[in-house]
């Protein structure tokens, strides 16, 4: 080990990796920012739930500040009947939108085997002989489209199996889209549409193309880009950015895991080892500056304090890693959007709220557009504490999130905000 850190350097050093470890810009955020935030971090995870602002809207707000959500989405997916110069859609961490610069970084996913792929290209094949080529046919055909433009593909009056949640059509596009045989973007209403690969990215499909890293390559490549985002994390950490396997297995026997990319991080002077206080593993620091080939690439560096405060999505890159953020931040934290209602302890979309280099909050929140309120359904003093912090009052917590909350509700287009009585902090609140 050549470094030891305090858990507290190694907070803030991740934080600074992360763009939140100083205040928001006071300036409206531009298309340069969008960018820096994408190359930076490689991968902005997307979903549909929409009971506040849709996934990929907040990571960049929480740190950028307000922007119109229209730019952001112009930025990612260009115009409705194109495509970004600067993006594309895939499986990155989840369903992510990535920086074009690592799409042959992901052709191998989109050509490798799984069971899934298998699965489903025999059951369709089984219940809808030849959709899938004819599917693929269409979209080359008339793309950009969405699943209803090719209903009529596989009408909904013939046999449909028992686990087709939303058709034979999207099934068999959604496919396409794994495999990189369609190239996605996004239209009207957040909806998912398919084109042709070469209007989409420029080159052939994935299985016609040698366009692809290979695989082992590709995967040291994801390796570097989030010890870049991260600065600073273990090595299940850094694998977990771009949901590498850290090892082989019975579904991964040909990756080398993630103990052999930090060994050669460490050889090609991209990292350090070090020994962070209280961890019980290891971890990598990133040292290697920018090159002319990884222009996003930073040394980690400690900002000695951290003045930051943020709303974090559920989907923010900080929530992703859960043992990391019980480690770092002493968060024990679950997304309870999937939960049971009668069994959620802190609320359907419970939002942590950093303040400094600690997550000091929980807030469930709802924004109700009918009403132009945004409504805090609880509010919960954080039970956890940062190792080595010292614990905030509750009063500067309650201003701290009446602060986040007036600058959100207005970036939404909110005309207040308003407590209902759950949770230990409401009543401060």
């Not at 960018?35 to 740190?63: F, I, K, W």
């Not at 989405?73 to 939108?97: I, M, T």
């Not at 299985?207 to 570097?224: S, V």
């Not at 050669?264 to 990598?284: D, I």
């Amino acid at each position: 080990m050549t470094v030891q850190l305090s858990a507290a350097q190694a907070r803030r050093t991740f934080l600074d990796a992360q763009s939140l470890a100083r205040r928001r810009p006071a300036r409206r955020p531009r298309d340069a920012d969008f960018g820096s935030y994408l190359e930076r971090q490689g991968v902005l995870q997307l979903d549909t739930v929409n009971v506040l602002a849709r996934a990929h809207y907040l990571p960049l707000y929480s740190r950028l500040g307000p922007y119109a959500h229209a730019d952001l989405d112009r930025f990612l997916w260009g115009d409705p009947s194109g495509h970004s110069p600067h993006a594309f859609e895939h499986w990155g961490h989840e369903a992510s939108v990535m920086p074009r610069d690592l799409l042959p970084m992901l052709h191998h996913r989109m050509v490798g085997a799984s069971n899934w792929k298998a699965r489903t290209a025999a059951q369709l094949e089984d219940e809808r002989p030849g959709l899938l080529a004819a599917v693929r046919a269409a979209v080359e055909d008339a793309g950009p489209v969405t699943a209803a433009d090719l209903d009529h593909l596989a009408p909904s009056a013939g046999v449909r199996g028992t686990w087709w949640d939303h058709g034979h059509v999207k099934a068999a596009l959604e496919h396409l889209f794994i495999t990189g045989g369609v190239a996605a973007s996004r239209g009207r209403h957040f909806a998912r549409t398919y084109d042709s690969p070469m209007r989409g990215w420029g080159l052939e499909a994935a299985d016609a193309g040698a366009w692809g890293a290979p695989a082992a390559r590709a995967r040291q490549a994801l390796f570097d880009r989030a010890l870049s985002a991260t600065g600073i994390g273990t090595v299940r950490d850094l694998c977990d950015h771009f949901r590498l396997p850290y090892g082989a297995g019975a579904r991964s026997p040909d990756v080398a895991g993630g103990e052999v990319w930090a060994a050669s991080a460490v050889e090609r002077g991209l990292a350090e080892w070090t020994q962070v206080e209280g961890w019980h593993e290891p971890a990598l620091i990133a040292v290697g500056g920018p090159s002319e080939d990884a222009p996003h690439r930073r040394p980690a560096r400690d900002p000695d304090r951290a003045t930051g405060r943020a709303l974090l999505s559920p989907f923010d890159p900080v929530c992703w890693y859960r043992p990391r953020l019980l480690r770092m931040f002493g968060v024990d934290y679950r997304i309870e959007i999937y939960t049971p209602a009668h069994k959620r302890v802190f609320g359907y979309y419970c939002l942590p709220l950093l303040v400094g280099d600690q997550i000091v909050a929980r807030l469930d929140l709802k924004a109700d557009r009918k009403a132009k309120v945004l409504l805090v359904q609880a509010a919960w003093h954080e039970p956890g504490r940062a190792p080595g912090s010292r614990p905030m009052g509750r009063g500067a917590v309650a201003h701290a999130a009446a602060a986040e909350l007036d600058a959100m509700a207005q970036w939404l287009g909110l005309e207040s905000w308003a407590v209902a009585g759950r949770g230990d902090l409401a009543p401060t609140l």
